[in-house]
């Protein structure tokens, strides 16, 4: 089949933009015809950050170009400099969306897909729908458009307006599915619980000589946010004792949120080592040198990066979010270890109540690990580890999301011949 992916932002350096690109790899290696739609930086040379993409050339909407705008994101802190939606004027809004509605029509007319697949039930998937609501149109639910949902009640029913007529939403989880029900008013059997996967051709066990040594590396990844926990993950190290740790701090945000956890790493003295982005090859190599995972996020959907962690043979600590606890409750073992949310302000931010508590408890953990990793630097994760990680491999997932493709494509011509008789 022709498929036409769309997404708002750059196809790469977010959760949304890596999960694009593994369904275009997937769909490629199944006989399927990939096509792009995405927005990007008016600097940005795709050839630099997308050439192995298996798709035509694609129709790139590039920001601070075609539209006087950076990259509104679908995160407040993005890894890149972006706008925030609800820092829109209604001016700015109409820009955007003109801007896409025109983008839109020439891929459509230009590559005729036999089905859209958008990313994020937010402003372009509702677009998308209205503008073509005779192609069969899948859209997966990445989480930050449920957050922007709550955050940006007054673009509520713009979003609403398309995204309740799609055909089918790819969910992460079922605790997801179930606030899209809620939120959107989308009948639950439209939406289907496909999961994320990592590439485990990438990721995978280094061999037991490269986690052995004098230093125990410990390892975050991920945007340099206060939803990520990361302040908070910064203050619980400062409580960790031992001279044999080093910290690795993988990722990069811009604005305050970054010049906080900067200030906050540099406590930390020669103990860290900031990165900024890397590339995935160089992440899965980093992960692969790596012997303790942390993500102390405050809301995830399926976070890709956990099982990315563990497939390299890193013990881990999150938090035990709903997406967390579906995909690990079945675990019966120390080697992911979880710590419960504290009390909320809102959807991603703590209350101040409960932060101390939660430092404890992050610097405690962070001390358990340490303990089990200093007793055996050459561990690997045990069987139960293993069986998760086949179940959310990107051949598994992409699977579950062909199989939504199908549904889609068939329920169309069951509709088409009904009219037709």
Not at 122 to 151: E, I, K, N, Y
Not at 155 to 162: A, D, E, F, T
Request: proline residues 6%.
């Amino acid at each position: 089949m022709k498929i036409l992916h769309i997404l708002s932002q750059i196809p790469s350096a977010t959760g949304s933009g890596i999960y694009l690109q593994a369904t275009m790899q997937h769909a490629h290696q199944r006989g399927h015809s990939n096509y792009l739609l995405a927005g990007v930086p008016a600097d940005f040379h795709y050839d630099d950050h997308c050439s192995h993409l298996p798709c035509d050339t694609p129709e790139l909407i590039r920001f601070g170009h075609d539209v006087n705008l950076e990259i509104v994101g679908m995160s407040d802190v993005m890894p890149y400099p972006s706008t925030r939606f609800c820092d829109l004027s209604a001016e700015d809004l109409g820009c955007y969306e003109a801007c896409f509605d025109e983008r839109l029509q020439q891929a459509v007319k230009r590559w005729q897909p036999d089905i859209i697949h958008s990313h994020h039930l937010w402003l372009l998937t509702s677009l998308a729908r209205q503008r073509f609501p005779d192609v069969p149109m899948v859209a997966s639910c990445h989480g930050s458009d449920l957050r922007q949902f709550h955050s940006c009640c007054h673009l509520q029913q713009q979003v609403l307006r398309g995204c309740q007529q799609v055909d089918a939403v790819c969910a992460l989880n079922q605790g997801q599915r179930q606030q899209i029900t809620e939120d959107y008013q989308i009948p639950a059997e439209k939406i289907h619980v496909v999961g994320a996967g990592f590439n485990d051709s990438l990721f995978h066990p280094p061999p037991p000589v490269l986690k052995d040594g004098n230093t125990i590396h410990i390892v975050y990844v991920g945007k340099l946010s206060r939803a990520k926990g990361v302040p908070w993950l910064l203050k619980a190290l400062q409580q960790v004792a031992g001279e044999d740790w080093h910290f690795h701090l993988v990722g990069d945000s811009s604005g305050e949120e970054k010049e906080e956890i900067v200030r906050l790493a540099q406590t930390l003295g020669g103990k860290i080592t900031r990165h900024g982005s890397l590339r995935p090859e160089d992440l899965a190599e980093q992960l692969k040198a790596s012997h303790l995972f942390i993500l102390p996020s405050f809301f995830e959907g399926v976070p890709l990066v956990v099982l990315e962690a563990l497939a390299c043979g890193c013990r881990a600590i999150t938090t035990n979010l709903p997406g967390i606890r579906e995909v690990f409750d079945r675990l019966n073992c120390d080697w992911l270890q979880r710590i419960e949310l504290p009390r909320m302000a809102s959807i991603d931010s703590p209350h101040p109540d409960g932060e101390q508590q939660f430092i404890a408890q992050l610097a405690e953990k962070i001390t358990l690990q340490l303990a089990a990793i200093r007793s055996d630097r050459t561990a690997q994760p045990p069987l139960t580890v293993q069986e998760v990680l086949h179940h959310y491999d990107w051949n598994s997932t992409f699977c579950r999301i062909e199989q939504v493709y199908d549904k889609v494509l068939s329920g169309k011509q069951t509709a088409t011949a009904a009219i037709s008789s």
